[in-house]
RNA sequence: GCCCCCAUCGUCUAGCGGCCCAGGACUCCGCCCUUUCAAGGCGGCAAUCGCGGGUUCGAAUCCCGCUGGGGGCACCA
């Protein structure tokens, strides 16, 4: 029987970093690379770094800065160093650019624009790789002529003909390229700041990475940084390359596809455990059952060698069902607490003025075990915060029978003007006393002309629960109007 | 066009040569709980393991080819 081939695992304390570059929200591919390497980090006794990679400074912009940093913490990743900024390493880069020099490694390209673009096109009409070569050994004598003409050079990195690069990925396995395949990549700008391939590189090797853990998308570019740490003498990290998240459409999951970003999901009302434990399950599972896991499970039971190789289809609904399970799972004084800030975060309560605080503080047990996410309290409570207001869906209900809502409706306030306590089990007790007086009618048709005419909605927190929440004298003084409506159309 | 990767129910997945004519979860559909909408409980539909060849006594599991999907090919990261 053959041995099963067991992937490699990270073993004793790695130094992994998330490295987002800072031109938007934190994406899920992006808090998924970033859970994964905190839990290496964290079941390695390692170090988790953050670096911010702001080398394009027309598309880094402070604000995305601070969304990543924020949504890093609403997911409780911490980071042990940084955050550093690429835009502030200038001379580290420098220095690595002069070593690569020094070294022969790279040499400066005076093609220009349309030179460059001249040698992928003909490339492709070749049926070859677009791979761009500048002229490796121009003499001393011409770059200086050139240079005297105001041109300015690019530094691409020479990579040596014949050759390949091997990458031994903890998921992949080995993955080679072939160089021939690989362009002499820009190394520094023309202005002599760097690229992402070398400042990335220089970084992963100055900040001592032991493990890079990124998305799949990265997988071409690493033997560009393999080759850039090599030619500075040292050996490269080890490399894992995670599948990407799909969109319904199997296409990379983006803004078009609605909460792409750790921020959607957070203002539409999902909570950091189970966003955090769905990430985890995208692409990685502990065995064939368990679906939920705490954080400590999580460290100690997340291997990057079970990550999968295939790439997954991001889902809401899912999404949905863990966030609801986990809120009701929470202790009633901390589901509170998460209802609050959400309703102050997404400016609920300003909206509703004095006393929506404590409003919304009181009716949390009533919405709690009927969530799927917190963005759908309103369509649950809404009704607690404004006067009885019929929605037209509700409204076009009691319509239908007239008579049978008037009955209904008259039937329960009967009973509750009456009924010696207010409490949801005494008020559930007449009611079912007074559903089973009134013979043939089911339950559905008793109660819910009542909970329109408490609510003026159809979907709404649990009627006895809300009858009791409001009170009999404000109870019964929304039936009555209700009823009051009713018979205007009754007697026309 | 070139390079790289991937391929089990609609979706997320288990599965590492016999335990699998494939297990779990979500969705969907029934039924129960006469607290309705939900939630919860129970049950059901759903993959000839992309296709075709091998290897083997035996393959979802190994090999080859094909097809399909994804990613990458910037003085962006």
């Known amino acids: 029987m053959a041995v099963p081939d067991e992937r490699p ?11 987002p570059s800072p031109t938007g929200s934190l994406h899920v591919g992006g808090a998924r690379t ?74 400066p390209a005076y093609e220009t624009e349309e ?49 390949e690069t091997v990458i031994d990925d903890m998921i992949r396995g080995r993955v080679a390229f072939d160089h021939a395949q690989i362009e ?87 909570l950091p455990q189970p966003v955090r434990n769905a990430l985890a399950l995208l692409g990685w599972s502990y065995d064939d059952k368990t679906t939920t896991f705490t954080l400590d499970e999580l460290i100690e039971r997340f291997r990057i060698s079970r990550v999968s190789k295939s790439p997954a289809v991001f889902d809401l609904t899912k999404l949905g069902v863990m966030n609801g399970r986990f809120m009701r799972s929470m202790p009633p004084d901390e589901f509170e607490e998460a209802l609050v800030d959400y ?46 207001e019929m929605e037209p869906d509700a409204w076009d209900l009691l319509q239908s029978d007239v008579k049978h809502s008037i009955q209904a409706i008259g039937g329960g306030l009967g009973r509750i003007e009456t009924v010696p306590t207010f409490e949801p089990d005494a008020v559930k007790e007449v009611l079912q006393d007074q559903l089973h007086i009134m013979g043939e009618t089911s339950a559905r048709e008793f ?16 009627l006895y629960e809300s009858l009791s929440f409001v009170g009999r004298d404000e109870a019964v003084r929304r039936y009555r109007e209700t009823l009051g409506r009713l018979a205007e159309l009754w007697t026309r």
């Open 9 to 19: 695992d990270v073993s004793g304390p790695a130094r992994v970093r998330f490295a």
């Open 34 to 107: 970033a859970l994964f390497n905190w839990l290496v980090a964290r079941q390695t006794g390692g170090t988790f770094v953050l670096r911010l990679e702001d080398t394009d400074r027309e598309r880094s912009t402070p604000e995305s800065e601070a969304e990543i940093l924020r949504a890093l913490t609403w997911l409780g990743l911490d980071w042990d160093e940084g955050p550093f900024r690429q835009s502030e390493r200038d001379a580290v880069y420098r220095d690595a650019i002069e070593r690569l020099r020094a070294a022969g490694a790279v040499y």
């Open 115 to 163: 030179e460059v673009e001249a040698q992928r096109a003909a490339a492709r009409a070749d049926r070859r790789a677009p791979v761009v070569r500048g002229l490796r050994d121009r003499s001393p004598e011409e770059i200086a002529r050139l240079e005297a003409e105001g041109r300015r050079p690019v530094w691409r990195f020479a990579v040596p003909l014949p050759g």
């Open 184 to 270: 002499d990549f820009v190394v520094a700008r023309s202005d002599g700041t760097p690229t992402y391939n070398l400042a990335a590189a220089v970084d992963d090797l100055e900040m001592g990475i032991s493990h890079v853990v990124r998305g799949e998308d990265h997988i071409s570019n690493t033997p560009k940084q393999m080759l850039v740490i090599r030619a500075l003498g040292a050996e490269p990290p080890v490399y894992a390359h995670m599948p990407l998240i799909l969109g319904p459409d199997k296409k990379r999951l983006s803004k078009r596809h609605g909460a792409a970003s750790v921020e959607d999901l957070e203002m539409d009302g999902f």
């Open 343 to 388: 309703l102050r975060k997404t400016g609920y309560l300003d909206e509703r003025g004095g006393g929506a605080e404590e409003l919304a503080r009181r009716s949390s047990p009533l919405v709690k075990r009927k969530l799927t996410k917190l963005s759908e309290y309103d369509q649950l409570a809404g009704w607690l915060f404004r006067p009885l």
């Open 447 to 462: 109660l819910e002309p009542q909970r329109i005419a408490l609510t003026g909605q159809r979907v709404s927190t649990g």
